[in-house]
Every structure is written in structure tokens, then in C-alpha cells.
């Protein structure tokens, strides 16, 4: 099915989001639609989706990036941008059901670049990757780093950001007109109760314990999802390459939930998780995108505050 956006701006860019309903680039999509671009939005409803927001201010596709149709149907939009973030996302998910994961995010991945391929007007296409693809690592890892990812989510991703490099070496319409971004762990509202501070969240209201994998060990950084539609345009507007998100604020998940629970005054119930083959430390090297001129609108403190205070 369709929803075909009321009218084409003549003199207004045109960028394709792939995943566009999805928990971080549905802000996205919003921001483009107020920019007064417009907006076409490739995503199969499935996890993490958010069809509440398909309002007739941007066209919404519902196709599947891991189906070969998809790419014409790229192509037919004659986007001057492409984001791809189309992905199989939840690392558990990807850990019970490697062969889906690895096929649907790997397909969904060459689909977006050869459609790029095939783009002679493209002006730029980004790949959304995931610090994840970095592996265990002892000290914050630079854009230009060995990956060494180690779930089959993160694997999936770094295939991506292996296929992007050979796609831009390889073709000279794609040479300097491919970026990369490398998040950290993103929270705030929309956000699929499977991640740990949705998981925290939820657990407020209903009581549900949260799942704490490997005692709470795990150390990641963490970015309010307000401040990712303002980095991601300033690297598609300027940037060159690779460049990792985040602000540097990291903490182990049992740190996080004392300062949920500091935040709110409310205790957090929790129970035993075990995630087999779990990256103990994500930390990221974040010079790159403040060398680019992005400054976050949202300390890690501020958005942890709008976030428990707004409503489920
Ligand atoms: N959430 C994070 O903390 C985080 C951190 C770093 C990188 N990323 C990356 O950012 C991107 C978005 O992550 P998110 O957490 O917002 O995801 P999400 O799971 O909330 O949303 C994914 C969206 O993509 C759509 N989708 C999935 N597979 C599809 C397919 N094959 N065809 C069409 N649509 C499909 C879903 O319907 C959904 O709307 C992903 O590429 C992810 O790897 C996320």
C-alpha cells in the first residue's frame, strides 16, 4: 500500500529514507518534512516501526529492502539523497535467528547501494551503520580502526560498511558522494521496548523487571535521539566518509539504572540475563563529527530528563 505525499516541491531536494518509520529515523523524517524537503520513505512496518506518524506529509513506500523489486523502486523516486537504516536491529533477535538477520540486512544493504549505483544525479547516499561494529574495544576507536564486529547484528553491519567502501572506491559516480555514520546507543521516545532504556521504561510503569545481561556490565555510550537528526544533516551536507555519534558519556548498564532511579526516585526491579558472546565495552572516538561543526542540543543528562518525564 501507498501514501503518496499531496504535492512534489519543484525547487525542494528530494531524499529517500529507508527505515524512515523506525524508532531514530522517524525524527528524522519529521525534521526533512519541516525542512520543506521532499520526503520518501522506504519501510516494511515491521519492528521498531511507527505508522502513527504517516500523516500525507511524506510519500511512504511499503516495500522490502532485502527484495530485489526494491531497488527500481529506488530508482523510479530519482532521490537527489538516499539514507539507508533499514535494519533488523534487536542483537538478541539476531542471536536466535543468524541466517534471517544476516540475509535481510546484508540484501537490504546491497539493494540501497545499487540502487545508488544506478543514481547518476545522486548527490549523496548515507549508510547508517553502529559502534557495534568496532567489537570488544580497551580505548575509544577511530573512524579508521580495525571492525572486529562479534554478534551477527553487528556483523551484518559491518558487511554494509565493508560493501560501502568497495561501492565508492569501485564507481566513480559513487567516489566522494557516500558517508557512513557510526551511533552509539540511542534512546528516547518511540523507542521498541527491547532496548535497555525503553526496557527501563516500560519497567517503571508495569513493575516488569528488566533483564539485566552479563550483571550489568555491559559499558556503552549513550545520545538523546534529539540530537541525531541535526548530525545527520550536517553529514550529509558537509561530511567526507566515516564519522562516529556520540558525545563521549558512557556508563555500565548498572550505572545507568542508579541514575534512573536517582532521576525518578523510583527503584528498578531487575533479573539475571545471560547474552552469549555479549562486547563487554563500546566506545567511540567522536572527534571527527565535532570537527564537523555538530554540537548536540541535548546533554546525555538533559535528554535522560525530558525522556522519563514525557509521558509512555
Ligand atoms: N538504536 C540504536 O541505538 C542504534 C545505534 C547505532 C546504529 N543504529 C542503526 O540505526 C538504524 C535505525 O535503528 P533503530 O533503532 O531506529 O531501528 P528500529 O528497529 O527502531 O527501526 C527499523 C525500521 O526499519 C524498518 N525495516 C527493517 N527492516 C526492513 C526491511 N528489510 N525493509 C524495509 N524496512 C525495514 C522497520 O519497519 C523499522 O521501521 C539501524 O540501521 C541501526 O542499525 C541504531
Redesign the pocket.
Known sequence: MFWWRKEVKKDAPTILI?????????HVTEYYVKKGWNVVV?????????PQIIDGSFKHIN????QLE?VERIIREEPDYII???????VDYSIREPRRTFE??I??EIHAFEAARNLSKLKKIMY?????IYGECEHPMREDEMLAPRSP?ASS?AAGSLMRTAYENTYPTLSGRMAEI??????GP???SA?ILARIKKSLHTGEPVPLHNDGLGYREFLYVKNMPSAVDLVLEKGDGIYNIGVGHGSTVAELIRKVESITGKKISTTPSHRSGMDLKYQTDTSRIHALGWTPAYSFEEGLREYFTLPE
Open positions: 529507508t527505515g524512515g518509520l523506525g524508532f531514530i529515523f522517524s522506504v519501510d516494511n512496518l515491521s519492528e521498531g516501526s511507527n516495500a522490502h529492502m532485502a526494491v539507508h537504516a533499514a535494519a533488523i536491529t534487536d535481510k540486512n540484501r537490504g547508517v551503520s553502529t559502534d557495534e547484528y553491519k557510526r551511533p552509539c546507543n540511542i534512546f518511540r523507542q521498541d532496548k
